[in-house]
């Protein structure tokens, strides 16, 4: 059915623009003509209820772990979250200039609000990862005002040709977490001036116990 819509959406984006020119020179003089050279894609049309109109949220809050152990990791995750932010600030705003014909809505700056308290980053381990601690069930994130338990915690890993070749540090927190059986979210850095590599050079640099573990 996607694929289906966004065949018609190209076909009704063509429809339009040739529709648009043949207004233009047909009331050429009229204060409504229409601009020939802004031409409609796809991406500017929408139908009544589907995935780009609804507004995104997620069932938790969600809190990203970004470990110092992690080379230029901290960049990403930052980039990550500002993301992540703008797709629920931004989700249904097509469809809420609809909505507002048929009904008032007052919440938006409260609705905002609650969806920056939707993600957040943290460079503070979990617990157990912390000397001395005796219970991995309690946490309190002091940067980002979260309690693990009421999140949903991922521990961010960002994968470049550097990954691997700062010690220890970091494969024991990722071996910490597999035991644990805590997510981790892997990004995959594709740019080669963010020093990325083959995925596969990864089977190479990576702790061998780890990847028998099942990391990838």
């Known amino acids: 059915f996607e694929l289906q819509l966004i065949s018609i959406k190209l076909i009704a984006a063509h429809l339009i623009n040739v529709s648009n020119s043949v207004v233009q020179v047909t009331v050429k003089h009229s204060p409504h003509s229409v601009n020939p050279d802004v031409l409609v894609t796809e991406k500017d049309l929408f139908v009544m209820n589907e995935v780009t109109t609804k507004r995104l949220t997620f069932k938790k809050p969600v809190l990203l772990w970004c470990s110092p152990s992690n080379p230029n990791a901290s960049h990403v ?91 220890n540090q970091l494969a024991e927190e990722v071996r910490a977490l597999l035991a644990a059986n805590l997510p981790i979210l892997m990004l995959h850095e594709c740019n080669p001036e963010g020093y990325a590599c083959d995925f596969s050079e990864f089977f190479e640099t990576t702790p061998h116990d780890l990847v028998v573990g099942g990391l990838y």
Do not use: I
């Open 77 to 167: 995750v930052k980039e990550l979250v500002e993301g992540l932010l703008g797709a629920l600030d931004s989700g249904g705003t097509r469809q809420s200039a609809v909505r507002r014909a048929c009904d008032h809505v007052s919440r938006l700056s409260s609705v905002r609000r609650e969806r920056k308290q939707m993600v957040s980053m943290t460079h503070q381990p979990p617990a157990f990862l912390k000397p001395n601690s005796q219970d991995h069930r309690e946490s309190y994130d002091k940067q980002s005002g979260t309690a693990q338990d009421d999140a949903q915690f991922f521990m961010v890993l960002y994968l470049n040709r550097n990954t691997w070749s700062e010690g």
